[in-house]
């Protein structure tokens, strides 16, 4: 795994340059990266989120295009449009934004269900169908789809099967003073964004995340992992718990992690690391805990504090 988390160490070091002070947040972003699977990215304006998604598509040679959603935009404006063409006599596909290797999907909940419904086919099946005809995603590809949390005029919130195909969400917060200080000093003459260079191509992503799905899971591990996501649907707080494509997603998150960290074995201690950012979304909590003020995130945190962790060896047997 020396491989991937010598990449991983080069994509953080360029996406450190303009994101300041939250190497948290930037490791999950390559982690999702490293699984090829979508990011919602939700938090107040002004803190990077838009930013965050164009220095990750600066920092790869891959083609990015980003969607700014709006109540008024139709699916045919994300997926694309089958033309007449008068010279050929023919119809002719002129492919929507949502085909290309990075999508920002910005402000996703402006848009209406009829139009996030068009998401739904692109992110699980990494493909498009128009008139018919199917249109394969070039690879990687990764959505990172933005939101804001306190707006609720004019927006439409996502609907738990569009929610469950997100790999993992995460938050920037507010910066420190100090690193609020670097950010103003490091953006006084140029953007740091209009430094940065590819630093890895596409088919090192592919690569990268081909390594991903070698690294070992213990049985005792898959185990805790289920067993995390079975107690979020057995919870009295909870409506509706995660789908085993959740469980799916915390073992592959586990797996990008560990490879990170250059291991070719998955830890109960990853899997902790990534519980609330994988299965915390996918939840939708009940009426009553609501009125309690209780958070998604605080359910799955305490399900992982009340779920024991698996003891003994985690490598597998050839390794050993």
Request: hydrophobic letters at 40%.
């Amino acid at each position: 795994m020396t491989d991937v988390k010598e990449f991983s160490a080069r994509v953080l070091e360029s996406l450190g340059k303009v994101i300041i002070g939250k190497s948290q947040s930037l490791e999950l972003l390559v982690i999702g990266l490293l699984c090829q699977g979508h990011i919602l990215i939700e938090d107040v304006p002004g803190v990077g989120k838009t930013m965050l998604a164009r220095s990750l598509a600066r920092s790869l040679d891959c083609t990015f295009n980003r969607i700014q959603f709006t109540p008024d935009m139709l699916p045919s404006d994300v997926t694309g449009v089958s033309v007449f063409n008068q010279q050929k006599n023919d119809f002719e596909f002129r492919p929507g934004p949502i085909i290309g290797q990075v999508i920002l999907a910005d402000e996703i909940n402006r848009a209406t269900p009829k139009t996030q419904a068009a998401l739904l086919e692109a992110m699980e099946e990494r493909q498009v169908t128009v008139d018919g005809v199917t249109h394969a995603m070039p690879q990687p590809y990764i959505v990172l789809a933005t939101q804001n949390p306190i707006e609720y005029e004019g927006t439409f919130p996502l609907p738990e099967a569009q929610l469950d195909r997100f790999l993992l969400r995460m938050r920037l917060g507010y910066p420190g003073i100090n690193d609020e200080i670097r950010i103003m000093d490091d953006q006084q003459l140029a953007h740091p964004l209009e430094s940065l260079t590819p630093i890895a191509s596409a088919n090192e992503v592919v690569a990268m995340s081909k390594a991903v799905r070698q690294v070992y899971i213990s049985n005792a591990v898959k185990r805790y992992i289920v067993e995390l996501s079975t107690r979020t649907r057995q919870s009295k707080d909870v409506y509706l718990g995660a789908s085993p494509r959740g469980s799916l997603s915390l073992a592959r998150a586990a797996q990008a992690r560990a490879a990170m960290r250059g291991r070719d074995h998955v830890l109960p201690d990853d899997v902790k690391a990534l519980a609330v950012s994988v299965l915390a979304h996918r939840i939708i909590v009940s009426a009553a805990a609501r009125l309690h003020d209780v958070s998604s995130d605080k359910i799955v945190q305490e399900i992982v504090l009340s779920t024991p962790a698996p003891g003994g060896t985690f490598e597998s047997a050839k390794a050993t």
